[in-house]
C-alpha cells in the first residue's frame, strides 16, 4: 500500500526543488481558429421585380406627369418637401372623386404613351433565364396599370406571375403586394429579393417585408447625399440586371 506523507513532511524528506519539465505549448483558439467553415448562405426561393424602369427601359417623363397633374406651383412646393420623390398616387386619394379621376386620366395619358415606347431593360431576359434554370420564381409588382402588364407579356414573352398592377391596393410602398406574392408562393418573405430602380418604392416594400431589397441605380442618382439618412438602405445595390446574376450566386443558396 502506497504511503501518503502530509505536504511538509514530503518538503523535507525532498529538499532540493522538483525538476522542471517543459510541456508542450498549445496554441491558443482565436475567432480565425475557430472554425473555417464559410457562413451559410440565405436560401433564395423568388425575386419579385418593378416593371417601369427596372424591367423596362425608363420612357415616361415623371416630372412631366407630375406637373400636368398638380400644376406647376404644387409641384414645386411638394417636390422641395420630398426630395426623395413625389408619391402622386398616395398624393391624389385625398382628392375629391372628380379631381381624382381627372388626375387618373391624366397619369393614364402619359403611360399610354410610354407603352408605344416600350424596350426591354438590357440583362431582364437574360437574368429570367438564369432563374428559370435555378427553379426560383418570378413574381411581378407596378404601380402602373394591369394593361401595360399584359402588354408586357405579350411583347417580350416573358411570364411573371403572380404580376400585380396598381389595380392591388394597398400598392407599393406597402408591403401588402409582396407578402401577398410570398403566400401565393408559400414561401418566407425572408426567402425571397425585391428588385426595384426606386428607394421610396421598392426597397421600402422589400425591407418592410422582411425581404431582400436590391436597387437599381443605373445613373448613380442615389449616390447623392440627399439619400444618406433614409430610413430604408437596401441589401444590395447595381448598377444594370447584368451584375444581378453574380450577385445571387455570390451571396445566396440557389438550390431547389
Keep these: 500500500m502506497p504511503l501518503l506523507l502530509p505536504r511538509a513532511t514530503a518538503l523535507f524528506l525532498f529538499p532540493f526543488p522538483f525538476p522542471k519539465f517543459k510541456f508542450p505549448k498549445i496554441p491558443m483558439a482565436n475567432s480565425n481558429t ?35 397633374v398638380l400644376g406647376e ?11 426623395s420623390g413625389i408619391d402622386i398616387l398616395h398624393h391624389i386619394e385625398s382628392w375629391s372623386p372628380e379631381k381624382q379621376q381627372k388626375a387618373y386620366e391624366t397619369i393614364a395619358d402619359f403611360e399610354r404613351q410610354g407603352l408605344d415606347r416600350l424596350q426591354i431593360m438590357p440583362g431582364a431576359a437574360e437574368l429570367c433565364g438564369f432563374l428559370d434554370s435555378k427553379n426560383i420564381r418570378r413574381g411581378l409588382i407596378t404601380r402602373n396599370v394591369k394593361t401595360a402588364v399584359d402588354l408586357f407579356h405579350e411583347r417580350f414573352k ?21 407578402l401577398h406574392i410570398c403566400a401565393a408562393w408559400e414561401v418566407e418573405p ?67
Design 190 to 256: 425572408s426567402e425571397v429579393m425585391m428588385v426595384g430602380d426606386s428607394l421610396k418604392d421598392d426597397v421600402v416594400c422589400g425591407k418592410r417585408a422582411g425581404s431582400f431589397a436590391c436597387l437599381l441605380d443605373e445613373s448613380g442618382r442615389y449616390d447623392s447625399p440627399e439619400y444618406a439618412n433614409f430610413d430604408y438602405k437596401p441589401d444590395f445595390k447595381v448598377s444594370s440586371l447584368t451584375e444581378v446574376q453574380s450577385l445571387l450566386e455570390a451571396h445566396f443558396d440557389l438550390s431547389p
Design 158 to 178: 416573358l411570364s411573371f406571375t403572380p404580376a400585380l398592377g396598381r389595380e392591388y391596393r394597398p400598392y407599393k410602398p406597402d408591403p401588402a403586394p409582396l
Design 73 to 83: 406651383k404644387e409641384y414645386i412646393r411638394i417636390r422641395a418637401e420630398n426630395p
Design 34 to 68: 475557430l472554425s473555417t467553415a464559410a457562413p451559410r448562405r440565405a436560401r433564395l426561393r423568388g425575386v419579385v421585380f418593378d416593371m417601369d424602369g427596372t424591367l423596362t427601359v425608363p420612357v415616361i417623363d415623371f416630372a412631366a406627369m407630375y406637373r400636368a
